[in-house]
């Protein structure tokens, strides 16, 4: 466990090494890849619990697109009749 003291040497170093402007990237692609991390996780332990696989959003919205085209179809059979 670290302390007080010695995450600010690291923060210092940091910003000696990499700069304010470089810091800030790298902080921002830090948490990108945390928030990745954390999904990955989280699906792994669905799947794992409860046997649940979780849908991607490019799935979602195929999903939706050919419900949607499905309903148009209906509606437009429905007219013609």
Known sequence: MLGWGEIAIIIIGAIILLGPKKLADFARELGKLYGEYKKAMRMI???YIYGVKQ?????????LREKQQQLIDEIKKLNSD
């Open 55 to 63: 849908i991607s959003d490019e799935e979602l919205e195929e999903n």
């Open 45 to 47: 332990e669905l799947e």
